[in-house]
């Protein structure tokens, strides 16, 4: 049974399989459960979801034989088990069947980032399909060894990559990227980039780094993308971000310093909101038309607690 937690209300992040992991080097298992008449098979072409048209509404999920009907997949991979006993798995067929796919009848294909946008399934359907992209998208970027170079083959139902030539294992990848709301009183600290829709400003985010911890990612990017200097960092929530595979750690982190230095590489402006004026970008009546992320972001819920005003688990001072 799932659990209850603020990651489960974040886009991508609500997935209840029971992934079998202990099962996946086990052949026999695998392989009765994908012949499984019951069993139901996400498909991507490159890294777009293939989806069944029914009338104003779309599927997802295909029979063995109607996967089979879209294409000889490259790469499949088994996911798990829903909580009503059915299997699921991904197939990955090669990109260049995805124009001729999208001239068939009853046949669309949509991004992930428009699906979540739109809201076109429930939220344990985009957890599944987001798991199934990012699975699928590092075995298409890991095809060769990167001890030796050689190429390297599927093993443990997709969750493995095996180099024949040196013996080499390879993991599926996960990049742990920090995004974080700086807090000083009534306001917070938000940027944005060029590449952001018109008047969008969202929470300030960036890579960990080898021998760093959480918080201390946290408080580097806040300095080197605005400036700012921070001192208690708390966490808040996570969100698996498939594009292609990073795991978004919210937090929230405390103002030391107020004065705002745009780093303009990373950043086309950064500044301080007022907690008013985060509720209108939430709820799309700022007068200047500025605007939050959207809600399947997980910049949006550490903007919505900001606006709410909640406890965010940040001390007035830190003992020196």
Not at 3 to 25: A, C, T, W
Request: aromatic content about 8%.
């Amino acid at each position: 049974m799932a659990s209850y937690d603020r990651s489960s209300i974040v886009g991508f992040s609500f997935n209840p399989l029971d992934r079998h992991s202990e099962k996946r080097d086990d052949a026999a298992f695998v392989e009765a459960l994908r012949r499984a008449g019951s069993t139901r098979f996400m498909v991507l072409a490159g890294d777009v979801p293939v989806l069944r048209e029914n009338g104003d509404a779309y599927e997802v999920l295909f029979s063995q034989a109607d996967a089979a009907a879209l294409g000889e997949p490259a790469r499949e991979i088994f996911l798990g088990v829903d909580p009503g006993g059915i299997a699921l798995f991904a197939l990955g067929l090669d990109k260049s069947v995805a124009e001729p796919l999208s001239t068939q009848a009853g046949v669309a294909l949509i991004d992930l980032r428009s699906i979540a946008v739109r809201g076109l399934f429930l939220p344990s359907l985009l957890g599944e399909l987001g798991g199934a992209k990012a699975m699928l998208d590092w075995h298409q970027r890991h095809r060769f060894c990167a001890n030796c170079g050689e190429r390297s083959r599927v093993s443990a139902a997709g969750w493995r990559r095996e180099c024949d030539a040196c013996g080499t294992q390879h993991f599926p990848r996960v990049d742990p990227v920090v995004i974080m709301l700086t807090v000083d009183g009534d306001r917070c600290l938000m940027g944005r980039q060029p590449r952001f829709p018109t008047g969008m400003y969202s929470a300030l985010a960036g890579f960990l780094e080898p021998g760093e911890t959480i918080e201390d990612a946290v408080r580097r990017e806040i300095k080197e993308e605005a400036g700012v200097i921070c001192s208690h960092v708390s966490y808040f929530a996570s969100q698996p971000w498939p594009f292609p595979s990073s795991l978004m750690i919210g937090c929230f982190a405390r103002a030391q310093t107020t004065e705002v230095v745009v780093d303009t590489t990373e950043l086309e402006d950064a500044r301080w909101f007022t907690r008013t004026e985060v509720i209108q970008m939430i709820t799309g009546t700022h007068p200047d038309g500025l605007k939050a992320p959207q809600p399947f972001a997980i910049a949006y819920h550490l903007l919505k607690a900001f606006a709410d005003n909640e406890r965010l688990l940040l001390p007035e001072s830190v003992p020196v």
